[in-house]
C-alpha cells in the first residue's frame, strides 16, 4: 500500500486534484447555483441519494477541496467549513445537542466560545457545567449528568495558554458515553493532532494560523470518525433515527463514519448558513500551502521572545508552554514536542498602568484584535476586549488586569526583541 502524504506534501497538494487540461491551481467556484440536464437528477440530490452540488449554503467545490485539506491535515473521514470559528463550535456541539440537553465546558476556552455555551445556548435549553482543565480525572467525571452529550476543550487556550491533558479529557467524556470534541485552533494540525490522543471531533477557527494573514474569518469541523454513536442511540437520537425532514433518512445507516459532517451539512448549514464564500476558502487555502512552514517559525520566534522577556528585569512574569518554567511544560512536551504556538502572555512589574504604557510605545508590534497571523501583534485583554470589567471581575475571568496578550509574527526575532527592548526602556 502507498505510504500516506506527510503533512508538508498535504498542505501543499491536497484537496484539488485537477484531471487532465483542468486548472492547477484551485477554482474559485463563485456561483450560488448549479445546472443539471434532468429534473429528476436535480431530485436525487435533494434526496441525498446522489452526491453533487445543487446550491452554495449547502456545499460549494471550491470549499469541499479546502475542507478535504483540513480533514487530512488532522487524520479525520469527513470535514467542513463555516463562515467562522464561531460558527464551527456552535454546529459541532448543536449538530448532537438540543433542548434539555447538557454540555461539559472547559473553564478556559476562549471568552466567544464561553459565552456562546454558557450563555446564548443556554437560551436555547442547553446547559453546561464548567470544570477546570486542570481538575484530576475523578473530579471532572463529577460534572456529567444523565443528558450529557458532549465535552469541548481547547488544546492551547485562548488567552490563558493553558496545555489540555486531551487523554484525561477523552478517557472521561467515553467513560460517559460523550464524544469529547477539542477546537485545535492554536495548536494547529502541524503541531498537534487531538484524534491521536482520543479526541473525537476537532473544531478550527481557521481565521487564525490557518489563514495566517489575517485576510478571512473562517471557521472547520473535522471528525475523526471514530465515535459510534450507534452503541448509544437513545443519547443521540439525531443521528440514530429517521430525519423526516429527509425523507426519513438515518445518517448512521446511510452514511457510515461520516454521519456527523453529512447531518450537520444537511441539516444545520441548510437551516443556519453559515458558509463561507468560496474567495475566502480559496484565500483559506493559499494560507494552508504555507502552514507547515509558518507554524514552526512562529514558534521558533515565540521561543526566543519568551526567553528574553523571562530575562528582563521590568518583566513580572511570563507565560508561554515552551519555557521550561512552566506550568504546562511537560503536557505540551508530550502533546506537542514540535512546538505550541506563536502566541505568548507576559506582565510588568509596574501592573496595569506600566502595561497600558507599554502598548503606546512598540512600534513593530501593532495593536489589533487579533492573535496568530504573520504580524506580531499585541493587545491588552484589560483594557480592550474585557474593559468594561474591573480589576476584580477581571481575575474571576481569568485574565490578570497586567496580562499583555503577545502574538509572535513571522519577522526576524532580532527585531521583535529589539521593539519590545526599546519600549520597556522608556516606561
Ligand atoms: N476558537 C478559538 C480558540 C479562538 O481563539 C477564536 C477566536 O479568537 C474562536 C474559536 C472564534 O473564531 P472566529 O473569530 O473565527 O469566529
Redesign the pocket.
Known sequence: MKKPYEKETICIQSGWKPKNGEPRVLPIYQSTTFKYETSEQMGRLFDLEEEGYFYTRLQNPTNDCVAEKICELEGGVAAMLTS???AA?YYAVFNICEAGDHVVLSSTV?G??FNLIANTMKKMGISCSIVDPDDDYDTICKAFRENTKCVLA?TIA?PALVVLDIEKFAKAAHAHHVPLIV?N??ATPINCNPFRWGADIVTH?T??YMDGHAMC???AIVDSGNFDWTLYPDKFPGLCTPDETYHGIVYTEKFGRKAYITKATSQLMRDLGSIPSPMNSFLLNVGLETLHLRVPRHCENAQKVAEYLEDHEKVAWVNYPGLKSNKYYELAQKYMPNGTCGVISFGLKGGRSAAESLMDKLELAAIVTHVADARTCVLHPASHTHRQMNDEQLKEAGVNPDLIRFSVGLENADDIIADLEQALSRI
Open positions: 467562522s470559528g464561531q463550535n476562549y466567544g466560545t481547547e485562548n477546537d485552533t492554536f477557527s481565521t487564525k474569518v473562517g471557521g
